[in-house]
């Protein structure tokens, strides 16, 4: 309270004189106090006053009829009140006045030095009013302290406080630590290194210079937690400096941010999955185009040289002449299987499951992949003979074929044994759990065996397909991300879609795929694909010739000048009349001149306008027009909406004329139905 204004001093005085009590208040008033009082003398009447009308001051007679000075203070100390005690009194001793002071009586004055009593209470209500303040400024910390120790236990931040000088030494750790760091905040407070051993080796450096030599800015910091996580924190940081500018402290906070980095890493390897999806994209597109222009110049090397052949009779005298042309049509035939193997791998063939002979797969992946396969790589092929058939896509068998060698071939970067195994599995050894290496290739046919058995029941029989390296293998926490699309462990060159792609492949076949890699002893991919149902295989003999033409008149639409001429031939020399166009424009303005055509037989990619859009406009002038497409590359010709008005086929080039003699019987006789 401030002294000297009136009426804040407000007065309770112990005495059972009153006299005595309007002397004492005469003397403060006079003393420049502005003073209010009430007069107490009995316990009851002090207890009363110091509750419901608390003082600022109380002045005791030491000694009062039934009731003392001493029983006074203890009212008021258990008023729990911190107001200044003073004993004025004309009888107490000095050591009675010792005691009281001991008790916690602030002064005595005795009456006949009255002159004391002004400068006493002044001082002692100076005293008091400096306590208040204390404890207000001490409730206010202490308030101010527990705020800040609620934001910091609730605060996701970790903040921190290093002191630089004289040595380095971490003070203080906010609760937040134990959260992101997974330490108590007691335990990496002291000696830094403890910190230290839990940033990433690479980072520790950079967190001690940030320290040490505080600068503005977010600093990315990698943590290892006791638990083997792994965290990533931004931390911001001030320096304290001392009167000369030297920097003492350091202060900061720790954020973690591994949600938003491991965000940012999945959507950095989405894009390169996308950019991966789109180079996969462009290169398919360049080798279908590429297989387009060389399936067109095998077309022509290999029917000029059937015809070469057909104009050189067996028995003539030269027979290294015929033997040259069997090879070059060998070489013509290889050539189109590479070109074939161009287009599995670019995905640009159509799916159409047939039955395939695997073995006819495997035996053509070897020839194709042997050389590519490399001299310390033994390749062994081990067929079982009278191989069931199986239901699928040749193009997606071929290429998953390539797939599993080649991921075989790159476990054994040193050398090894590549091992490429087919075997029949009767319903009844995979119901017995009968050994793999069992030759199952009796006499049960499966056609007999999956009787009653659903598309995909592993009831039925199945043809079991294996390829085995004596590479480094698999890891386990490798193997059960294998089948995911875009997982691969050669980021470099390979695009995590070659086991996910087979995957589907197989499961699509109503087949399953495994993988079984033990430590240190390679790898063996196992794939089962149901049985097709049986079906005898002709007897072997020589060809039946091709039906020739009956004089039918064929429109023959190329843009390749040879391929077309070489067609032109094939189907002159065999009974058909042909006209021929170079361009899909001068198909159309044939089609308005006079003239009846028996079929249309048309390439698929032409520069103007594709061989499905030619068909679409020539059925508007001849309805029901039998179409034979010829392309080695369908996509981007066949589309998704072609709707056919007449009879179709597709053959694919390169062809021989007996191929094409074949489809085109084919399709007029169905044209006829």
């Known amino acids: 309270m401030s002294v000297g204004t009136a009426p804040e001093l407000r007065l309770l005085i112990c005495d059972d004189s009153d006299d005595d009590a309007v002397l004492l208040v005469r003397h403060l008033r006079r003393g420049g106090l502005s003073v209010e009082y009430e007069r107490a003398q009995t316990a009851a009447d002090v207890a009363g006053a110091l509750r419901d009308r608390p003082p600022d001051l109380v002045i005791s007679d030491y000694v009062m009829p039934g009731f003392t000075a001493e029983e006074a203070l203890k009212l008021l100390h258990a008023s729990g009140l911190d107001v200044p005690f003073i004993v004025v009194s004309g009888l107490i001793g000095e050591e009675s006045a010792v005691t009281l002071m001991r008790a916690g009586a602030h002064d005595f004055v005795l009456k006949g030095r009255m002159v004391r009593l002004v400068p006493v209470v002044r001082r002692e209500l100076t005293q008091a009013h400096a306590r208040r303040e204390r404890r207000a400024a001490e409730e206010a910390l202490r308030v101010s302290e527990e705020r800040f120790r609620q934001l910091t236990e609730r605060i996701p931040d970790a903040l921190f406080r290093v002191r630089i000088h004289p040595t380095l030494d971490v003070e203080y750790f906010s609760p937040a630590a134990s959260v992101i760091l997974g330490r108590d905040p007691e335990e990496l407070c002291g000696d830094p290194e403890t910190v230290f051993s839990l940033v990433a080796p690479g980072d520790r450096a950079l967190l001690r210079q940030s320290w040490e030599t505080p600068v503005p800015g977010p600093l990315t910091i990698r943590w290892r937690r006791s638990d083997g996580a792994k965290v990533w924190t931004e931390q911001r940081v001030v320096a304290l400096s001392d009167a000369e500018g030297r920097t003492v402290a350091t202060e900061g906070i720790l954020r973690d941010i591994t949600d938003q980095v491991q965000a940012s890493a999945e959507r950095e390897s989405l894009e390169q999955q996308l950019h991966q999806v789109e180079r996969l994209d462009s290169l398919g597109r360049l080798a279908g185009g590429i297989a387009h222009d060389f399936n067109n110049l095998l077309a022509v090397i290999l029917g000029h040289t059937e015809l070469a052949l057909a104009d050189s009779p067996e028995d003539t005298a030269d027979d290294g002449v015929r033997a040259n042309l069997r090879l070059v049509r060998q070489l013509a035939e290889r050539g189109a299987g590479l070109t074939r193997q ?225 067609v032109i031939v094939m189907l002159s020399r065999s009974g058909y009349k042909v006209v021929a166009a170079s361009s899909p424009e001068a198909a159309l303005a044939l089609a308005e001149t006079p003239g009846r055509y028996d079929v249309m037989l048309t390439d698929v990619v032409m520069p103007e306008m594709s061989g499905t859009a030619l068909a679409q406009r020539m059925w508007a002038r001849y309805p029901e027009l039998p179409v034979l497409l010829m392309s080695g590359y369908t996509a981007g010709g066949l589309s998704e909406g072609f709707a056919p008005r007449g009879p179709v086929a597709l053959i694919r080039k390169p062809f021989t004329t007996a191929a094409l003699l074949t489809a085109l019987n084919q399709l007029l006789r169905s044209a006829h139905r």
């Open 342 to 566: 161009l287009l599995v791998f670019s995905r640009q063939e159509a799916v159409a499951p047939e039955i395939v002979d695997v073995n006819e797969a495997v035996a053509l992946t070897e020839k194709v992949l042997h050389g590519a396969i490399g001299e310390d790589v033994e390749f062994v092929a081990d067929l079982a003979p009278d191989l069931w058939r199986v239901m699928i896509d040749r193009s997606e068998l071929e290429r998953l074929l390539l797939n599993l060698v080649v991921n075989a071939r790159k476990a054994m970067p040193d050398g090894g044994c590549l091992t490429i195994r087919t075997r029949n599995v009767p319903a009844t050894e995979r119901e017995a759990g009968g050994e793999p290496g069992e030759d199952q290739s009796g006499d049960n046919q499966p056609g007999e065996s999956r009787t009653g058995a659903e598309p995909g029941a592993d009831t039925g029989p199945r043809v079991r397909l294996s390829v085995a390296d004596t590479g480094i293998g698999i890891g386990e926490n490798i193997v059960e991300h294998v089948f995911e699309p875009f997982f691969t462990t050669d980021p470099a060159t390979g695009t995590g879609l070659g086991l996910s792609t087979a995957h589907g492949v197989v499961t699509a076949a109503g087949g399953s795929i495994t993988i079984d890699s033990p430590p240190g002893a390679g790898t063996t991919v196992q794939v089962d694909l149901p049985a097709a149902p049986y079906a005898a295989s002709p007897a072997p003999g020589p060809e039946p010739a091709p039906p020739h033409g009956r004089g039918q008149t064929v429109l023959v639409v190329e843009d390749d000048h040879d391929v077309r001429e070489l």
